[in-house]
């Protein structure tokens, strides 16, 4: 896995509620969830019930898709990401550090008791205005051999 880029890292560090949407028999569900990210991994992390829909819903169908973003009041201040993911709920011991990443996060969800889910992201794209309008950075879990850098929509190397 290649590493997530800095300006990517940064984003998904300093933001902490993403929107997941998920699939199920009734079609397609959206949910806003507090998360984690674990960098070394490339996943983010989160805690629900399975008896919510967007929990049952990744119980059956892993494959979820989502967006982090900020709420800017000028389109030159955007900036978000999306991605995709493959949804496990952890057991043992991957669930015990998950967690433990998670409360250092949310200090509060020592009190949940709800399981643990990993997104193990597959694709990242950030969109940001700030510094060139519609710069885009994209990350992909599974790089071309070909592809030593991450690039840019530009063709500028990251």
């Not at 201040?77 to 496990?88: E, R, S, W």
């Not at 998950?98 to 969800?109: D, E, G, I, T, V």
């Not at 940001?128 to 840019?152: M, T, Y």
Request: glycine letters at 6%; hydrophobic letters at 40%; one cysteine or more.
């Amino acid at each position: 896995m290649p590493p997530i880029p800095g300006l990517l890292a940064d984003f998904l560090q300093q933001h902490h509620v993403l929107s997941l949407a998920t699939q199920d028999e009734d079609g397609l569900w959206a949910a806003s969830c507090f998360y984690a990210v674990d960098l070394t991994l490339g996943d983010l992390l989160l805690l629900t019930s399975p008896a919510t829909r967007h929990g049952a819903a990744m119980g059956h169908s892993p494959q979820v898709a989502g967006s982090i973003s900020g709420q800017p009041d000028s389109l030159i201040d955007i900036i978000g990401v999306q991605f995709t993911a493959l949804a496990t709920c952890l057991e043992g011991p991957p669930a015990r550090a998950a967690r433990a990443l998670y409360c250092q996060r949310h200090p509060l969800a020592r009190l949940a008791r709800h399981p643990i889910w990993r997104l193990r992201l597959q694709h990242l794209k950030l969109t940001c205005n700030r510094h060139v309008f519609g710069h885009k950075i994209h990350w992909h879990r599974e790089a071309p051999q070909s592809l030593s850098q991450v690039v840019d929509e530009a063709g500028k190397s990251q």
